[in-house]
């Protein structure tokens, strides 16, 4: 193969033709094009005129040119030229094709199982036993699974990526015997034990490391920070900068899931991690499910969120009501109305609400706990509760917390209180200051109207200013703070209904509590507490980052779960245990993402799998083209193109150009064959024998008519639902078959618009001999299947007095050939009455949009092109009695179709003779 | 057109009373043949033409008396003309003739033929003795004369242009020539200048095909007379368009003038129109001035 650039020539030696090609311009330029003999009378005329002198007996550069072309394109094209050469790849012995198999190839997969599936087929060329190994999920046995790679190329289908990295193969490659050579596709991201891994597959041969550089990311969980949702995401290699967008993913208020927020994040040059924030209304952030990396199909990209982001369970216990019925000055009121959107409100006992585990229980106006109570609420405390407390009238009272620290209450409290701006004491009601920023409530605006009139006062210590998290203008704490344990202790030096202020009748409260509400977060479970026990799979991830049910997984231990680290045994997913739910990632929050590197030695190629293309087609049909292009040029430098034959040059180039009017002609002419004449239309069922045979029927009907009535149709045409109009035809009559395909949704719009418009379509089964009407004969449960999506009203049996009995003949009976009763047609009105004397109801107007039945009609009717009839019905002179039936309700029916529901109205006719006093 | 019963068998020819040619002629004359077709002047005959108030130049034998008891005057009775003329056809048969351009249209010997022969039927009808040029075919009346008509026009000539004999022309008769008039100009030109020397008049019909009046052609193009004696290469056909027609209207104006002085009229036909249109000019050329 010899290359110029991309392209490769399987025949070089033929481009030495190209040389000639200057030497054909010569010779072609010198030949002129061929005279035309034409006779001419007029000749004589002509005799002694001179042509032009600058007139040129050459050819024309532009047509020299066009044929040198394409005598250039033949020459290259028999070359053989192909662009993007593949070499083959050398190499003997057995073979072992390695990937990573890792979340992070997911993106790129088919471009690994393409590469894969190439140097499958070179090892097939080369007669190499191969084995095809994912590192992440390694075979069961312990010998590598060598097989032809032919056999390998259709199991590559299979090969997935796993929602995990490579967890130590080396060890399973050191069980295994025999030397190979190593291909790995790596997916470019480092892992603990691949150099290890390395090593090993270096004792038993070569070793090709196939990687593109290609930026992974891995989104880490979302996190809570003062109110925000914080996601981050870490990429590897670090390099330009990269904007990416992250999505929230939950259900929506109908259980839909969708995106519910999308933030972009922005790797800046250099930096290994971004990080952003997300401002989420509660309602919202309580829905989020997952996150997700935009585009990327991994499972590196999405992260679950657990409870982590769920609702606070709030626990409300107000102190002894001893009034009733004063909604509005209950403590707990302004805290109901603040939490209700946000949080689960839990009521109770405070012995049952610590049971309950809420993240926070509140307190208003509580003064002594029993000596249990307060120990077990400290014990929750401790645990990473968040007790909320708010001052009151019997908290002021109380001598809780007034020498020593009370453990439940952040600061020493000074009896009595204060009360400030009232009617009986001196000053103005305090407004409060600014928020420290070192306070969680730092940045909230501070409404002017929110008074503080009254408050419990906290005794001064030296620790007393670390506590204050909030404090009035006057420097007098309002909200102080200590923490406990994994929790924290929060007090409001005000009531929690608005008597001591307006704090409560402001949007700050919201605020506030929400800050501080959000800020509780429940622990992360340990490996003690999660020890003994079981966690059930609810969605697992595979590796493309695509959720699915694990119900039919089984549970993980505890144990397992609290390492946290996926792999076979633990699925990133979300697993429940309890009323908990825990999501397991396959990014953790510290996880990094590191370039697989590889040593000097190792030979490392790219994943990009180029497709050799041979141009000899393209080039060889642009020889022809230009040679046509050629043919008509020269035509016309000869003259050939106008003159005496002019005519028939144009038509045949107007044929070729014009063959989409052929269509419309058709569609034209289709149109006239259906309306010039009445005519009877069956639908083609792709059956060509059932299209044949209602063909036939429709013809033997239309000839009936034709005798009988003054019905003349012509011959009855063929419907395709598809492509046809169905507008033309008064009746289309339809045999079931049972593998007919279901008409297309125009097709089906076309039928609605047909029937509705006062069309007719008589539904033949053809099974009547076999089974009843709405039995689950296949060719019923076809017509089902049509009808499902038809514009049908309710039907009913022929009755007695449908006017099908009687447009031509009187009926009763609507055989075909076979004589089944069952024959559906739309149902009378529910108020249709017989009126007395009259021998029929007054019935639905108009004709019935369908008939359905199974007597198989066509057959009955069915003549050939002699005129004979191409089927029995039943036996001797009876049966002969059944087909005239069958050709009578056929007339009936094409009766009832053209004059509607004439014959109905003669019901009418005495009345009519009535009135006109006859 | 090389037989005399051409487009049919021998057979059906002669179970035929009248070959293609001059059933042809005999159904286009009929177009014609639709009014009066008299001399329409008065003249010897045996017509009645109309009664004229006596002259004193008139014979008294001349007298109608009959007509004149009826009135005071004396009146004569004129009879309508019916001196027959001679009238000479030259139709030609040469090679040139039978060039026809399109397959639905008549080769111009085809038309030429059709029209003369229509002609002469009609002359014939009229009373009139019609004969071909050159002695061929003496001026005769009768349906026989016809028949040997056709059988003589139906020949082919095998030089390329044709020109007329000027032989067999009666002093004071009248002639009728149709050619395409494309050939050497001069034997044309004497013959009637002899026609004319001897008192004939007549008229000259240029029958032409319509590629020869549009000259449709481009590229080289290799032009040759039917019978391939004549021919003329050039390189680009569409240049000389215009100088071809310059030479055909040069042509004509010459057959024109030609025709003024000599007392004849001058009509080009194309085969692509109507045949009956010049056969009505044919008639009515020949009918005037007679």
């Not at chain 1, 790596?186 to 070793?207: H, I, N, Q």
């Not at chain 1, 509005?328 to 006992?349: K, M, V």
Request: hydrophobic residues 45%.
């Amino acid at each position: 193969m010899w290359l110029i650039g991309p392209i490769g020539f399987a025949a070089p030696w033929l481009l030495l033709g190209l040389i000639a090609l200057p030497i054909l311009w010569i010779l072609l330029r010198a030949v002129p094009p061929a005279p035309i003999r034409r006779r001419f009378p007029g000749v004589a005329l002509l005799l002694g005129l001179t042509d032009d002198e600058n007139q040129s007996d050459r050819t024309p550069w532009w047509l020299l040119l066009l044929r040198i072309l394409a005598v250039a394109a033949a020459i290259i094209g028999f070359a053989g030229p192909v662009l993007n050469p593949q070499n083959a790849r050398e190499g003997s012995g057995d073979l072992v094709i390695i990937l990573d198999g890792s979340w992070a190839g997911a993106p790129s997969w088919q471009a690994r199982i393409d590469r894969v599936d190439t140097l499958l087929t070179e090892a097939a060329l080369a007669d190499r036993r191969t084995a095809v190994i994912n590192l992440s999920a390694l075979p069961a046995t312990e010998e590598l699974p060598f097989a032809a790679p032919g056999d390998w190329q259709n199991r590559l289908p299979g090969i997935q990526p796993q929602p995990w990295q490579p967890i130590d193969p080396a060890a399973w490659f050191t069980e295994t015997t025999g030397n190979f050579e190593t291909y790995w596709i790596s997916d470019g991201l480092d892992w603990d034990g691949r150099e290890d891994l390395l090593a090993a597959l270096e004792t038993r041969g070569g070793v090709t490391v196939f990687q593109t550089p290609r930026q992974n990311l891995g989104l880490r969980p979302a996190r809570f920070e003062d109110g925000e949702v914080i996601v981050s995401a870490t990429r590897s290699p670090v390099g330009n900068p990269l904007e990416t967008t992250i999505t929230a993913i939950g259900l929506d208020p109908a259980g839909v899931e969708r995106q519910l927020a999308a933030v972009p994040l922005i790797f800046e040059p250099g930096e290994a991690v971004a990080e952003t924030a997300m401002v989420l209304p509660p309602e919202l952030r309580n829905r989020i499910t997952r996150f997700e990396v935009t585009g990327r199909r991994s499972a590196g990209a999405v992260s679950l969120t657990d409870d982590a982001l769920k609702r606070r369970e709030v626990a409300l216990i107000a102190g002894r009501d001893d009034r009733e019925g004063l909604e509005l000055l209950s403590p707990l009121f302004y805290l109901r109305e603040a939490l209700e959107p946000t949080a689960d409100i839990i009521d109770g006992t405070l012995d049952d609400i610590l049971l309950a585990n809420p993240d926070v229980i509140i307190f208003a106006d509580v003064a002594n706990l029993a000596g249990t109570e307060a120990e077990a609420v400290l014990e929750w405390v401790e645990r990473g509760g968040m007790l909320l407390r708010f001052a009151g009238p019997r908290l002021a009272a109380s001598d809780q917390g007034r020498n020593v620290v009370d453990p439940l209450l952040p600061v020493r409290l000074r009896s009595g209180g204060r009360s400030v701006g009232g009617a009986m004491s001196w000053g103005e009601p305090k407004t409060l200051a600014p928020f420290a920023e070192d306070s969680p409530f730092f940045g909230l605006p501070i409404p002017d109207d929110v008074t503080v009139t009254s408050q419990v006062m906290a005794q001064p210590d030296p620790t007393l200013a670390d506590s204050v998290i909030a404090q009035l203008t006057d420097g007098t704490p309002l909200v102080t703070r200590t923490l406990a344990g994994d929790g924290q202790i929060v007090l409001v030096h005000v009531t929690a209904n608005a008597e001591w202020s307006s704090l409560p009748l402001s949007g700050l409260f919201v605020q506030m509590l929400e800050r501080l509400a959000v800020s509780t977060r429940p622990s992360t479970p340990d490996a003690a507490e999660l020890a003994g026990t079981t966690w059930l799979p609810n969605r697992v991830m595979d590796g493309y980052g695509s959720l699915e049910d694990g119900s039919a997984l089984p549970g993980v231990a505890g144990e397992v779960l609290a390492e946290g680290i996926p792999g076979p045994d633990l699925l990133p997913g979300l697993y429940a245990g309890g009323d908990r739910q825990l999501a397991i990632n396959v990014i953790g929050e510290d996880t990094v993402l590191n370039v697989a590197g590889w040593p000097t030695r190792i030979a490392i190629e790219g994943m990009d799998v180029v497709r050799e293309t041979a141009l000899k087609g393209w080039l060889l049909s642009a020889t022809m083209m230009l040679l046509l292009i050629d043919v008509i040029a020269s035509l016309a430098i000869g003259g050939r193109l106008r003159g005496p034959r002019a005519d028939v040059a144009a038509a045949l180039a107007v044929a070729l150009l014009w063959t989409p009017d052929a269509q419309a002609q058709t569609a034209e002419d289709f149109a006239l064959r259906a309306t010039t004449e009445v005519v009877l239309a069956h639908v083609l069922t792709g059956d060509a024998e059932i299209d044949e045979i209602s063909q036939a029927g429709l013809l033997g009907l239309s000839q009936t008519l034709f005798r009988r009535t003054s019905i003349e149709p012509a011959a009855p045409i063929g419907v395709d639902l598809e492509n046809d109009e169905l507008a033309f035809f008064p009746f289309l009559y339809w045999p079931v078959t049972a593998d007919q395909p279901l008409p297309s949704r125009e097709a089906y719009a076309k039928l609605n618009r047909y029937l509705r418009s006062g069309g007719m379509i008589m539904f033949d089964t053809r099974d009547a001999d076999s089974a009843r009407f709405g039995s689950g004969s296949p060719e019923g449960q076809r017509l089902q299947a049509i009808a499902r999506s038809l514009d049908i009203p309710g039907i009913e049996q022929i009755p007695p007095d449908h006017v099908l009995t009687r447009t031509f003949y009187l009926l009763q009976d609507f055989p075909g050939r076979y004589a089944s009763r069952d024959v559906w047609v739309e149902a009378a009105p529910i108020n249709a009455e017989q009126v007395d004397g009259m021998p029929f109801r007054n019935l639905n107007d108009g004709v019935t949009p369908v008939i359905i039945g199974g007597n198989d009609w066509a057959r009955a009717w069915a003549v050939d092109a002699n005129g004979r009839r191409m089927f029995p019905v039943g036996r001797g002179m009876s049966g002969e009695r059944q087909r005239e039936i069958a050709l009578r309700f056929g007339v009936n029916v094409i009766m009832h179709v053209l004059t509607g529901n004439y014959k109905s109205d003669q019901v009418h006719v005495p009345d009519l003779l009535d009135r006109l006093g006859q | 057109m090389t037989q005399p019963l051409a487009l049919r068998s021998d057979a059906e020819a002669l179970a035929a009373p009248l070959p293609p040619l001059l059933a042809e002629a005999e159904h286009l004359a009929s177009a014609v043949l639709l009014g009066e077709h008299g001399r329409r002047r008065a003249g010897t005959g045996d017509t009645f033409w109309q009664y004229r108030p006596a002259q004193p130049h008139d014979e008294a034998r001349s007298i109608d008396w009959r007509r004149s008891a009826r009135s005071d005057a004396n009146f004569v009775q004129d009879k309508e003309w019916q001196i027959a003329q001679s009238i000479i056809l030259w139709v030609d048969q040469a090679a040139s003739m039978s060039f026809g351009s399109d397959e639905n249209l008549p080769t111009k010997g085809q038309r030429a033929r059709t029209l003369g022969l229509a002609c002469a039927i009609l002359l014939i009808r009229g009373g009139e003795r019609v004969g071909l040029t050159g002695l061929r075919l003496p001026p005769r009346r009768g349906e026989a004369q016809l028949m040997q008509m056709a059988q003589l026009l139906s020949q082919e000539d095998d030089t390329d242009y044709g020109a007329p004999e000027a032989q067999g022309m009666l002093p004071h008769s009248r002639a009728l020539f149709i050619s395409d008039f494309l050939g050497d100009i001069k034997p044309i030109e004497d013959a009637l200048l002899r026609a004319a020397d001897r008192g004939v008049g007549g008229a000259l019909l240029q029958v032409l095909d319509p590629q020869e009046e549009a000259f449709p052609f481009d590229g080289r193009t290799i032009f040759q007379s039917m019978t391939g004696a004549l021919q003329h290469e050039t390189l680009k056909a569409g240049d000389l368009k215009t100088r071809y027609l310059d030479r055909l209207a040069e042509r004509k104006d010459h057959l024109q003038n030609l025709a003024r002085v000599t007392g004849w009229q001058f009509q080009t036909h194309h085969t692509g129109e109507s045949a009956t249109n010049a056969l009505l000019w044919l008639y009515g050329a020949l009918e005037h001035h007679s």
